[in-house]
């Protein structure tokens, strides 16, 4: 993390200064804004925080409740969210915070005596080597609060309004409006109606407003899709229980009692318990809503027998039925009108896609979403990016909620069912198949790069290139997630991860991969390259807006082969080595070389050697496009597509 750009200063480095725009605040909400976003949960202030780096851009947050929330709901963070979060700064809290699930235990009847529970089988949760970081388990209130805490730290010093409703929203579609949508919005207190009403106009709406959007409403999209006649009972507890993996994440399925997802919890001695209710044995507690946790527990005991568990105090429960449903489009322009109309409201998180909550995939998807929208919104609303950037929110994130949609269907079916050979599927009450549990424990393993959030691929787009010369690094491939490997840095020799170099600032990465040759030889293909990065042909050059810092827009990083000691910065080229801030400060954290103890980068991600090769990764850490060191003129007609000229 670098500091101190524009001058030291003492205290908390990670605070930045507050812009001048905070000064001139009222401090109630404004009439107008560049960006209201509909609700604080995690796609909200995901997104929140991303724009908050950008205090240009004026960015206003509501949501209906009183305040932050305080406790339950979603806990699973995936190593790919975990990724992300680093972007900001936050991962080594969440990380060192978080329960890190490891192992997998899996749980059938015992065939001796199916009235009983047996292990039969603990695996690794995650694939080694699929990400530097872990899968964990934090309180999504504890991911809120750090992303506010991110916020209020920002110069733009972000804070959201609290008690409104979003009531009523209108978009004027003339084009002749700089604010062309208007909401409406109803205060609230203690969730009641206080009769008081407030209006902004924006030039952009996103709805993260949950399963019942306003938003999404209003922009006439409807949740399709299936409902579910399965109920789910959850509850975070601190418990006693001589079942002996209760460390440990335990998918259990009994003979005909039902089925259990436990999660162990952060802190070393809360646990979440997810409890399949039966729609017989349990019907007269679903049908009555006289669920209690001392009634899930029960349940509960019913399932881990011989074992039993006992609660001593409930953080949270809450019980759900929630169907795999889906919204064709995620913002507010028509099929039929794209090639003519931009969107100026968008949705997100369960606003546009729901399902079950067993496979731990919802908050991420959903913070998935405005990681994506993010820095599209910025880069328009700034003037470096082409508006038609705002299509392919959509069009990407449809398409990953559909494939969420079809394996949360099948692996909400594989748990819920009963093991085969164990009972009838009449004995608890549906009409559900059976299972093998070894079939189940291979499709979890099948699936675990998806579960992990980095199995997401996007299609060729304006912003993501064919795959032309994704065999000159097929470690990186095309579209999908930059895959962080360790290096060192040249200037200082201190081991790091790549992809941690990447911060949420809306900017372009080009991390290129040098060839054999020498860096500092006059004659090479990186050599080149660098002349023409620094040359007025360059898509640096020609789409940096004047007076910004000069890898503001796209970001050059440079990995040598050699080692880190064979080499001098001082023989390295000059746009290695920018200018940047007020003082016209040197960046010497732009070169890499191999880490020759945890690995070579080249080796790892199967970079060729004799070539070398130019990796584009967008701002949200995907890759958009693998280029020879010598395509100068096809990187440059790349951004051109996407940029705008500013020469």
């Given at each position: ?79 790919r969210s975990v990724e992300m979060f680093e972007a900001f700064g936050l991962a080594d809290q969440l990380v060192h915070e978080g329960y890190w699930v490891n192992e997998?235990?899996?749980w059938r009847p015992d065939p001796a005596d199916p009235s009983r529970i047996t292990r039969t089988g603990r695996i690794d949760d995650v694939e080694e080597g699929i ?343 097929e470690g990186f491939p095309v579209g999908m997630r930059f895959h962080s490997a360790p290096v060192v840095r040249l200037a200082d020799g201190r081991p790091v991860h ?150």
């Amino acid at each position: 993390m670098q500091f101190y750009l524009n001058g030291y200063k003492p205290g908390d480095p990670f605070v930045e200064d507050p812009h001048p725009s905070v000064a001139q605040r009222s401090g109630g909400l404004p009439e107008d804004a560049d960006v209201l976003i509909i609700g604080c949960g995690p796609a909200g202030l995901v997104l929140a925080a991303q724009l908050a780096s950008f205090p240009d851009v004026r960015t206003v947050v509501i949501d209906r409740k009183d305040g932050p929330l305080e406790v339950g709901q979603a806990d699973g963070v995936a190593c790919r969210s975990v990724e992300m979060f680093e972007a900001f700064g936050l991962a080594d809290q969440l990380v060192h915070e978080g329960y890190w699930v490891n192992e997998v235990a899996f749980w059938r009847p015992d065939p001796a005596d199916p009235s009983r529970i047996t292990r039969t089988g603990r695996i690794d949760d995650v694939e080694e080597g699929i990400s530097e970081m872990p899968h964990v388990i934090v309180n999504q209130a504890r991911m809120l609060a750090y992303l506010l805490d991110h916020m209020q730290r920002s110069a733009s010093r972000l804070e959201p309004f609290y008690g409104l409703h979003a009531d009523d929203i209108k978009i004027d579609t003339s084009g002749s409006s700089e604010y062309p949508v208007t909401v409406t919005m109803k205060h609230l207190k203690d969730f009641e109606e206080t009769g008081e009403t407030s209006t902004i106009r924006a030039k952009y709406v996103v709805g993260s407003d949950g399963s019942r959007s306003a938003t999404r409403t209003a922009i006439g999209r409807e949740l399709a899709g299936d409902a579910t006649n399965q109920s789910w009972g959850v509850v975070d507890a601190l418990a006693v229980t001589d079942f002996p993996d209760i460390r440990l994440k335990c998918a259990i399925h009994s003979a005909n009692a039902g089925n259990i997802l436990i999660i162990p919890r952060e802190g070393g001695y809360m646990v979440r318990l997810y409890v399949a209710l039966d729609n017989v044995r349990d019907k007269e507690m679903l049908e009555n809503r006289s669920v209690t946790p001392e009634k899930l527990v029960a349940v509960a005991n019913r399932i881990l027998h011989p074992y039993t568990v006992e609660l001593k105090s409930v953080g949270w429960w809450a019980v759900y039925s929630i169907g795999q449903r889906l919204c064709e489009k995620f913002d507010d322009v028509p099929i039929e009108e794209m090639s003519t109309r931009l969107p100026r409201v968008f949705i997100a998180g369960d606003a546009c896609h729901t399902h079950s909550a067993k496979a731990g995939q919802g908050m991420n998807v959903s913070m998935a979403d405005t990681w994506n929208l993010g820095w599209k919104l910025a880069s328009v609303l700034r003037g470096t990016g082409r508006p038609e950037l705002l299509h392919t929110y959509s069009e990407e994130r449809q398409k990953i909620a559909k494939q969420l949609i079809d394996f949360d269907r099948e692996f909400s079916k594989m748990f819920s069912a009963h093991p085969t050979g164990s009972g009838d599927a009449d004995d608890i009450g549906g009409d559900i198949e059976g299972v093998d549990p070894e079939e189940f424990q291979q499709y979890f393993i099948t699936q675990g790069r998806f579960t992990a959030g980095v199995a997401t691929k996007y299609g060729p787009s304006m912003i993501t290139a064919e795959p032309f010369f994704e065999k000159l690094a097929e470690g990186f491939p095309v579209g999908m997630r930059f895959h962080s490997a360790p290096v060192v840095r040249l200037a200082d020799g201190r081991p790091v991860h790549l992809g941690h170099a990447a911060r949420a600032d809306g900017a372009w990465r080009l991390y290129v991969f040098a060839d054999r040759a020498e860096p500092s030889a006059a004659k090479s293909h990186f050599r080149e390259l660098c002349d023409f990065l620094e040359s007025d042909a360059s898509p640096i050059r020609r789409h940096i807006p004047a007076g910004a810092d000069p890898d503001s827009v796209l970001d050059v990083r440079a990995i040598f082969q050699q080692c880190h000691r064979e080499l001098t910065v001082d023989a390295m080229p000059s746009i290695l080595l920018p200018r940047k801030g007020t003082l016209g400060l040197v960046d010497y954290e732009k070169m890499f070389c191999p880490d020759p103890k945890a690995g070579d980068i080249f080796d790892l991600r199967a970079v060729n050697r004799d070539t070398g090769c130019i990796v584009v990764v967008r701002p949200d850490q995907y890759v958009a496009h693998v280029l020879p060191l010598h395509g100068h003129d096809a990187l440059a007609d790349f951004f051109a597509g996407i940029l705008v000229d500013q020469s």
